[in-house]
Every structure is written in C-alpha cells, then in structure tokens.
C-alpha cells in the first residue's frame, strides 16, 4: 500500500506540472484539503474540495512563475507520502524572485489524494510578494 501511495501522489503532481484538470481530479478526493501556510502572498490559506483546487492552482499559474531545479523526492510510510523539494522563481505582480525549499505533508485515503499540508518559505515568498519589498 505504502509504494501504491507513492505512485498516486506522484502522478498527482504529475498531473498538476501538465495542468491536466482531468487526471487532477481523478486522483484527489472529493473533499481534498490543502493547507498553504503563509500571510501576504497570493496562495496562502485553506483550500477544500474539487472546485477550490482548481481555483488555486488556476491562481498559482496565473500570479506565480515556478521552476523546480531537480524533481522532488518521494518518501512515503502508511497512508503518508512527503514531497521534498525546491522551487525558484518570482511572483508576477511584483516581479520580485523568490527561493523555496519546501515539504508537502500528503495523506492517501482510498486511492486519492484527500489532504496535502505545505512547510514552506512563507517569509522568501511573502517578501517576494510585497508591492513595496526590497531586492
């Protein structure tokens, strides 16, 4: 189950790289939970269920401009896969860039992605965010 749980979470973020809504859909549950940390930055907050996905990644796409170095790397126990990564890159508002080492927190429940918990650098992307913020 533990390897099984892997494979669905990286064809979920497989699914969010390709912005294949369908796919995305398909792996998350119904009433997905993702926790974006933060205060000042575009993303920030709790997002539930189908349509909010969507609309935060919808978001993300259009108010942030992210690459990833090298792909992440998948460890996973139980129903409990972590995403270690980073990304690079700058918020298009204030064309400021940004650095971020991140970890996704994801549980697996009957096949589909049902909760994902971000740790990341809310200070590097709040401070990217800031109209009024320093290089």
């Known amino acids: ?59 993300a796409s259009e108010e942030v401009e992210t690459q990833y170095p090298k792909p992440p790397e998948f460890v996973a126990q139980g129903d409990r896969v972590m995403v270690v990564g980073v990304a690079t890159g700058k918020i298009r508002a204030t064309n400021r860039p940004f650095k971020d080492e991140w970890v996704f927190d994801i549980t697996v429940r009957d096949g589909k992605v049902a909760r994902i918990q971000e740790y990341i650098d809310t200070q590097a992307l709040a401070r990217a965010s800031r109209m009024d913020a320093r290089t």
Do not use: C
Request: glycine letters at 8%.
């Open 1 to 59: 189950m533990t390897e099984e749980n892997a494979q669905i979470v990286k064809k979920f973020f497989a699914a969010m790289g390709s912005y294949n809504e369908h796919d995305l859909l398909a792996l998350a549950a119904a009433d997905i939970e993702w926790i974006i940390p933060g205060d000042g930055w575009p993303l920030a907050g709790a997002h539930r269920g189908h349509a909010e996905l969507v609309a935060v990644l919808k978001k």
